[in-house]
């Protein structure tokens, strides 16, 4: 147990440099092709101190590392600047309010990924070559080929456009939550979840199917159906918990980036998570709300790796925190 | 032998249906195992020995087609259910692979392992029950410490350890038959023979028979009754262990035996193995399928292959090889070479 708490430790040290070195990567990035001075040149009545204010604001005087270490520096307390282009609000706030309504569809997505991955991969893989094994690998080309927009475009014209009446479909904001009943919760989620799920739960029944696929000519299957275990057992005791650890990497990963925002997803489906938002601030050249979503996209993948990596210890008793 | 056979295979053919056409793995195989005894099986890669253990076990991918007949203490196996089978695995026949690297899972412990086999045919044994009895059957398989050890994983147990693990395993329902596919080829040459003894032990210890499939004849020595050599798919000679060793009446056989190193020392004969390399399992040769490798091949062994044919009235030397009475023995041949 104390080793694992020192692991952690060491983790989250070795994690400081790698946090650094990205954020500067696309702070820097980010700095040199915003400039929050353009929407000014064209400004007829704005005169040199509107200029001076927003230079001696942002720094823009002082080179790009230098305004970096000053963003870091405020960032380490807390105060990740605000985002002029939404209004001047402030950043961390606003990225932690997207952030729960990304959560809205990636901790259910996620469930839902995940078991149907495991159930959907092992099934293929122990009736390999068998019509449903055909079906599920067809289902994951499929997925895997398609993108995202082709889902979520399709599955909005069946549900909201051709048969909006019997479906009823529901828009999302963020006081149904609290005033719409549960019905309606549940019509404004159902679609873009379904997007998320189907395009991802692709990729990973068909990485479950191989790895599963690997174990079932594993030697030590052999060994358990030779002592007469049933069928089921064989594959749910000692095939199941070892094609499940090469996923736990890929979930970890999934996760991450599902909780991080889908932008194609949410701005197809006008939801307000942090796809949009990042994309706005990309767009709008907004320098801190960038780097205020990139920093929470950054700690969430660091964070899931960790986890990541303690799960693994957890199911193989062959890795060792030293 | 006047008992009733344990095992009792007939005719047994085993085909795969592969990408590259049909592969007669096993080719009309018959034999016998009585209660108690032990059956070597040996020949080179790919005679098909480990596919003759395997369709015995009913453990052969469904892409096998079998034909023939393997019976078991009176009952069909191959006619049996998969849950009829199921409750012959590893109940009243047991296996122990080769490698046992691979052969335990990773994730669970040696201790959890063994108690499963026991309880998956006894669930009226309690959990500790199961686990005192694990203690007890890695001390019979002479695992130092049994009581700190049942609580490893696989990891943690050196090769040869692992494969006393799954010798434990293996006789941990007290079965009637063993079948051991090559357990020592994965092993350190020193560890060899002290799992061979430990193998001896368990089996004294339950009365089991034995299968011990092996391509190195020179184990079978002290260990088996008699021997049965396989080649191409197709057994070629069998006998007592003796009769083989010294009175072999097959060009193989005596190859097998040639390349035995404590074998060619004893006999001053310089180590050589068979030349050439075995047939493929997809076509196999006309005639003789060893013809091409043998030095006392002639016109009648590339058109008829020989049949399996008794040397001796009670039928317990035989022999595929049209001139197996004209054969030198193999230790006058040595010993002419010698001399
Ligand atoms: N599942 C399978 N599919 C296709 N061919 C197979 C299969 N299993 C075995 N064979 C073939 O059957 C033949 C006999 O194989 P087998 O494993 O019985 O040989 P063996 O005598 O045990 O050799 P080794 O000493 O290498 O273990 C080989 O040619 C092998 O390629
Ligand atoms: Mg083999």
Redesign the interface.
């Known amino acids: 147990m104390i080793a694992v708490f020192a692991y952690v430790a060491r983790r989250i040290m070795t994690t400081i440099p790698l946090l650094l070195v990205g954020t500067f990567i696309v702070y820097a990035l980010t700095a040199s092709v915003a400039d929050p001075l353009a929407k000014l040149a064209t400004c007829n009545q704005c005169d040199q101190a509107a200029f001076d204010r927003l230079i001696d604001l942002y720094d823009l005087d002082k080179p790009i590392p230098l305004r970096y270490v000053y963003w870091m520096r405020d960032a380490a307390t807390g105060d990740m600047g605000q985002a002029p282009t939404e209004g001047s609000a402030e950043v961390f706030p606003l990225v932690m309010d997207r952030a729960i309504n990304t959560a809205r569809l990636a901790i259910p997505a996620f469930l839902i990924i995940a078991t149907l991955a495991v159930a959907l991969g092992v099934y293929s893989a122990v009736n390999q070559y068998s019509k449903s094994d055909y079906f599920v690998t067809g289902f994951s080309f499929v997925g895997i080929s398609m993108p995202t927009f082709v889902f979520a475009l399709l599955l909005q014209v069946i549900f909201a456009v051709w048969w909006q009446d019997w479906f009823d479909a529901k828009p999302f904001y963020v006081s149904q939550m609290h005033t719409g009943s549960i019905s309606e919760v549940v019509r404004s989620h159902i679609l873009p979840i379904t997007t998320l799920v189907l395009v991802i739960t692709a990729a990973e029944s068909r990485f479950e199917r191989a790895s599963m696929l690997e174990v079932i000519n594993?030697?030590?299957i052999?060994?358990?159906?030779?002592?007469?275990?049933?069928?089921r057992?064989v594959v749910l005791k000692?095939g199941l918990?070892?094609a499940m650890?090469p996923l736990v990497t890929i979930w970890a990963i999934d996760f991450a980036a599902l909780l991080g925002g889908s932008v194609v997803t949410e701005t197809i489906f006008s939801w307000p998570g942090l796809g949009p938002l990042l994309l706005r601030a990309i767009f709008n050249g907004d320098l801190n709300l960038t780097m205020g979503i990139i920093m929470f996209i950054s700690l969430l993948v660091i964070f899931f790796n960790l986890i990541a990596d303690l799960v693994y210890g957890m199911?193989?008793?062959?890795i060792r925190y030293e | 032998m006047t008992t009733e056979p344990l095992l009792s295979v007939r005719d047994l053919t085993v085909s795969f249906d592969t990408d590259d056409g049909l592969v007669q793995a096993v080719n009309g195989v018959s034999f016998d195992v009585h209660p108690g005894e032990t059956l070597a099986v040996v020949g080179e890669s790919g005679s098909g020995k480990s596919v003759t253990a395997m369709a015995t076990m009913r453990l052969l991918p469904r892409s096998a087609r079998i034909s023939g007949s393997i019976t078991f203490d009176g009952r069909d196996l191959l006619s049996l259910s998969d849950r009829e089978m199921r409750r012959i695995q590893g109940e009243d026949i047991a296996m122990i692979f080769q490698d046992p690297m691979t052969a335990l899972n990773p994730v669970f412990t040696v201790g959890n392992q063994l108690a499963e086999a026991i309880r998956i045919h006894h669930p009226d044994v309690s959990k500790k029950a199961a686990s005192e009895r694990s203690i007890e059957l890695l001390e019979i398989v002479g695992i130092p410490e049994p009581r700190i050890r049942v609580e490893n994983y696989p990891h943690e147990f050196s090769g040869g350890m692992r494969q006393r693990a799954m010798i434990a395993m293996a006789i941990a329902n007290q079965p009637k038959l063993l079948i051991a596919d090559e357990p020592t080829t994965a092993l350190d040459v020193t560890i060899q023979a002290q799992v061979i003894e430990v193998m001896r032990k368990a089996q004294e210890a339950t009365g089991a028979a034995m299968i011990l499939i092996t391509h190195d004849l020179g184990l079978v020595a002290g260990v088996a009754e008699r021997v049965q050599v396989m080649y191409g798919g197709r057994l070629f000679e069998t006998g007592d262990t003796g009769t083989i060793y010294y009175r072999s009446r097959n060009p193989y056989t005596q190859g097998l035996m040639r390349s035995i190193p404590t074998f060619a020392k004893r006999t001053d004969e310089r180590l050589s193995p068979i030349p050439g390399s075995p047939p493929s399992a997809i076509n196999l040769p006309a005639g003789c399928s060893f013809r091409p490798r043998c030095e006392f091949a002639e016109a009648i062994c590339r058109d008829e292959e020989p049949a399996l044919r008794p040397l001796d009235p009670a039928g317990a030397h035989q022999s595929r090889c049209h001139f197996a009475e004209e054969l030198p023995d193999f230790s006058q041949r040595t010993a002419e070479v010698a001399g």
């Open positions: 594993s030697d030590y052999r060994t358990a159906r030779a002592k007469g275990l049933p069928r057992r000692h918990r070892n650890i199911l193989d008793p062959r």
